[in-house]
């Protein structure tokens, strides 16, 4: 088998590294072994602190081979060492080969090894092994040689692992994947910067803080009893104010987040119990992952979701929790930092893909919604949002509903409008984008008839008994908008910029303040590139938002509520000072 490979060497390759939470790795030591020769590396941790190089070569006539191999690529930023040219990633590949079906044993080391019928390291042994390797030294002798055994256990599942998957392989687009886990390695390490003397004060005040936001968010609500949110009074809050709500089929109000997320984009006066909700019940400030550099770092979990998307922890991330927090991203003296991100994104790849002349057309416009009204001939030639905002909105979320199959019942509750206008509303989406519909449909056909779909570099997700249709119709969109993500990752990291973090559609960048213009240009270039590699030659725009030190960044949706945090913290602290004075 590994004679097919196009290499002539081929390195499996494991560290153990100590990554305190918010922290870059700190490289323990390292195992690693030639394929076809069977030459066996094993070197401790002052030896790799000794190496200006690896062990084992990087350029393009060697495969690196890895198992979520962005935390080895991470040792290797540790060190000082280049990045892999070639880098074959077992996990990113077991997860595209395993999409949308179901894994026994999981997705890590283990579960892929069992999935293909091989032994590995006892769970409870590795779990000890790394409880050993975050402890921190000294080590003893026993415990060095235990570290470096487990070490060279993970890279003897390596070996296994690549003959059993190696016929299932893709093997160029594995390399694209794997050329991605590099750039996930390098944002990683970058992180996101935080304005940590805030972070701390927040942290102090938090619990005393809660009730004093309810008070002042719920004041003429009456919503509140206590800290328990009370549904019937929500309820009638709804029917006061005339606010359809979704319901679930036992006929209650659906109450979980993603139904006051989207609720919140049509009716504001719903965001601020939105963001209060979340606040008060998901938000766990001490989990935020923050170094004592001020730099938020976590996992990435890259290919992690069915459509190939990050899926990073709600509570570690900065992008996670509420978007008021969000304002504690702040530049550091002399840098700025870039929001950029994909506009109309999912509109645009569907257009591109499916072909459809008119839907390509009006992306090109530079607002597609109002576009869509114009040529369905609800709005004249002549509209603009700001005369025709209503009509806009309205084909706006069409236009993004039917790509998860919103049918006139949903679209009805969501716009508030009859079921008569808002059947009315999908038959002119369907005359004026027939041949998107033909392509939509044609997609779900295929998942069902052949169990798969994939994306244009590869992304496959499964398609199992009882799969909602829904999902198979907005695989393309999501999938591969995470391609193009990806891609635009490799991209800008390879031409040596700061990427903070990538955000679903977009990148938050890092660069001088003096040089941020000429850093966000070049970034929208390598986004747009990206764009027309996954879209033959269709390119997305992009748009911007800078912040610059002292200013901190600020998402719209979670202003106000940042503004009463920040307000009713520095009150709080000044009563707490006053006894003292």
Not at 41 to 67: C, G, H, S
Not at 151 to 168: I, T
Not at 255 to 266: G, I, N, P, Q
Not at 536 to 556: H, Q, S, W
Request: aromatic letters at 8%.
């Amino acid at each position: 088998m590994m004679n097919t490979l196009p290499y002539q060497e081929v390195w499996a390759v494991d560290f153990e590294f100590r990554a305190l939470t918010g922290e870059r790795p700190e490289p323990i030591c390292m195992v690693a072994r030639e394929f076809q020769s069977g030459r066996t590396i094993r070197l401790w941790q002052p030896e790799l602190l000794q190496l200006q190089q690896p062990p084992y070569p990087v350029d393009d006539r060697a495969l690196f081979v890895a198992y979520h191999a962005s935390a080895e690529l991470g040792c290797h930023l540790a060190l000082g060492w280049p990045m892999p040219n070639r880098v074959l990633d077992l996990c990113a590949e077991f997860k595209c080969l395993t999409a949308g079906l179901s894994v026994p044993c999981g997705r890590n080391l283990l579960g892929a090894l069992t999935y293909h019928g091989l032994n590995g390291i006892n769970a409870d042994e590795k779990e000890s092994m790394r409880d050993l390797a975050m402890r921190g030294g000294p080590w003893t002798e026993y415990e060095r040689a235990a570290l470096l055994d487990y070490c060279e256990s993970d890279v003897d599942a390596l070996v296994k692992l690549l003959p059993a998957m190696a016929g299932k392989l893709d093997l160029p687009r594995a390399l694209l994947r794997g050329r991605y886990m590099a750039a996930v390695a390098k944002m990683e390490w970058t992180g996101v910067p935080i304005d940590l003397d805030f972070l701390k004060r927040l942290r102090a005040g938090w619990s005393s803080l809660k009730e004093k936001l309810i008070q002042r968010i719920d004041e003429g609500r009456g919503i509140y009893e206590g800290q328990g949110f009370r549904a019937d009074r929500w309820a009638a809050w709804l029917i006061e104010r005339n606010i359809p709500w979704p319901r679930l089929e036992s006929g209650g109000l659906a109450l979980d987040d993603d139904t006051f997320r989207d609720m919140a984009k049509m009716y504001p006066e719903v965001a601020p119990i939105r963001e209060l909700r979340h606040a008060l019940s998901q938000m766990r400030l001490e989990e935020l992952a923050v170094g004592n550099d001020g730099r938020n770092r976590c996992m990435l979990s890259p290919f992690a979701s069915k459509t190939g998307r990050n899926q990073p922890s709600n509570t570690r991330y900065i992008f996670g929790p509420a978007v008021w927090l969000r304002s504690l991203i702040r530049p550091e003296p002399g840098n700025a930092v870039a929001y950029v991100d994909y506009e109309q994104q999912e509109f645009g790849i569907a257009a591109a893909l499916s072909g459809d002349k008119n839907m390509m057309a009006a992306y090109q416009t530079g607002d597609p919604y109002l576009a869509f009204a114009v040529q369905a001939g609800a709005a004249p030639s002549n509209a603009t949002k700001k005369t025709h905002g209503e009509i806009r909105e309205r084909f706006k979320t069409c236009a993004l509903g039917v790509q998860y199959s919103m049918w006139e019942v949903s679209l009805a509750q969501r716009l508030n409008i009859s079921r008569a206008d808002a059947r009315n509303l999908l038959r002119l989406h369907h005359q004026t984008y027939p041949t998107f519909w033909r392509w939509s449909d044609s997609a779900v056909d295929h998942a069902i008839l052949t169990g798969k779909l994939h994306t244009a570099f590869g992304w496959t997700v499964h398609v199992c008994a009882g799969v909602n249709p829904r999902s198979l119709r907005n695989f393309p969109m999501q999938a591969n908008g995470a391609e193009m993500l990806r891609l635009a990752c490799c991209l800008v990291t390879e031409r040596g910029y700061s990427v903070c973090a990538p955000v679903h559609d977009a990148l938050l960048i890092e660069g001088p303040a003096d040089q941020i213009e000429t850093v966000v240009a070049s970034v929208q270039q390598a986004m747009q590139e990206a764009s027309e590699l996954v879209l033959n030659g269709f390119p997305l725009r992009t748009e911007a938002k800078i912040v610059r030190c002292p200013d901190r960044y600020m998402d719209g949706r979670g202003e106000k509520m940042w503004s009463v945090v920040s307000e009713l913290l520095a009150a709080a602290e000044q009563r707490a000072a006053w006894p003292a004075s």
